[in-house]
DNA sequence: TACGCTATGTATAAAGT
DNA sequence: TACTTTATACATAGCGT
């Protein structure tokens, strides 16, 4: 029973092409209907098919013939703003779509750092086939890391300081990271801090959240 | 997160109904295109709302006159035919819920008396304050089940006969039943065999499925 | 051919930012 | 207020009858 996914386009097949209409068309009123009740405001659409001499309409022909009275008393050149045609329609669509692009490439850039941070951590990093930029990006990083690193570890020292009246309290301190992970990450910042350009530090998304939809 | 079911009602909320406008509309207008587009039939839709001085229209302006404009030319007594009026489409909608009801009243019947049939076979059956129809469809379906158990057990004696010459093949013989169920099945069909109406065998739905989804 | 079924895609109500 | 995110409700493609 698995579901293609709907080529947006002229279908060709005849059947198919009918059984999809009927669906849809009946789909396509109870949303209009639907959009009429919840936000009370005046709607018409008319369905010219091969399947109906007559067109098809909602909310009926005498509303229609309301509404469209309407719309024709209106000079064309007011009607002109402000309306939802093709190309406008479109035209937003990839707009937003352009935005999310551009947003997902940035997640995944980060992503990539922090694949590129984490998954090298143990070993000798293999910097080959990194732009400036990335080597930069990348420092800025591990900054942000390093960060978090030095007020993590003050914590720790500040509460085993307070924990040493009492022995048992030495288990409370949790073990948020060893000491090897604090080390590479010490290591590698100290060999790039200092020939990175500044001011960029700040954008990187530290979170390796999955988000992959596009909509 | 947890989204509603929607009533199907003016929104009160003056920012929930613009909001529920607003997506709507994109959604309603996407409907339209793709059923354009889809089926290759002329389709044109107009909202008026108070969010907009100018109504929204699809396709575009132009396209919206030229479909209503041979809309106009028809007489008023042609276009009542076979249209899709706010009350053929409630009409419609009200037969196939009707319709739906029915077969599913029919179906709890039938998982009523399984349950009670299944749920009762160790002990005694309590059929306290079931009518007539309900105890005749109840022998109807003890009757079913006293087919299938007589059939497997022919099966079985056939099976066990077969599997003397070899005293391993006892091993096969599959237990579906065990003896105090057939004997439970017997025993309640025989008391109430002789007093039943006839003619309602065979329409009784022995599957036990879930189906719960009215749409 | 049209209708019912159900797995799957899509729209969208709420909540978050 | 408008945009984004997420969980859920809803629409519907491909099958089977």
């Known amino acids: 029973m698995t579901r293609k996914k709907v080529k947006l386009a002229y279908i060709n097949n005849d059947a198919s092409r009918k ?16 959009l009429s009740t919840l936000c009370g405001v005046d709607v018409c659409a008319i369905i010219y098919s091969p399947y109906n001499t007559q067109p098809e309409v909602y909310p009926s ?5 309301r509404i469209v009275k309407n719309f ?10 402000k309306m939802m045609n093709q190309e406008v329609f479109l035209k937003q669509k990839i ?11 940035k997640e995944n850039r980060d992503k990539e750092l922090n694949r590129l941070l984490y998954g090298n951590l143990s070993g000798k990093m293999n910097l080959q086939g990194l732009t ?15 960060k978090d690193i030095n007020k993590r570890m003050e914590e720790i020292a500040k ?14 301190v949790p073990p948020l990271m060893n000491r090897e992970v604090i080390a590479a990450f010490a290591t590698t910042s100290t060999v790039y801090k200092n020939d990175r350009a500044r001011g960029m530090s700040g954008h990187l998304n530290t979170k390796n959240q999955t988000k992959e939809r596009i909509r």
Chains 1, 2 share one sequence.
């Open 95 to 105: 707009g937003k779509v352009s935005e999310q692009m551009k947003r997902l490439k």
């Open 159 to 172: 509460e085993t300081k307070n924990a040493r009246t009492a022995a048992s309290a030495a288990a409370k």
């Open 132 to 146: 400036v930029t990335d080597l930069n990006d990348l420092t800025s990083l591990i900054d942000l890391n390093l």
């Open 19 to 34: 059984a999809t209409y009927k669906k849809r068309k009946k789909g396509l009123i109870k949303k209009v209907s639907e």
């Open 61 to 65: 022909p005498r509303g229609v013939h």
């Open 72 to 81: 024709k008393t209106m000079p064309e050149i007011e009607q002109s703003k």
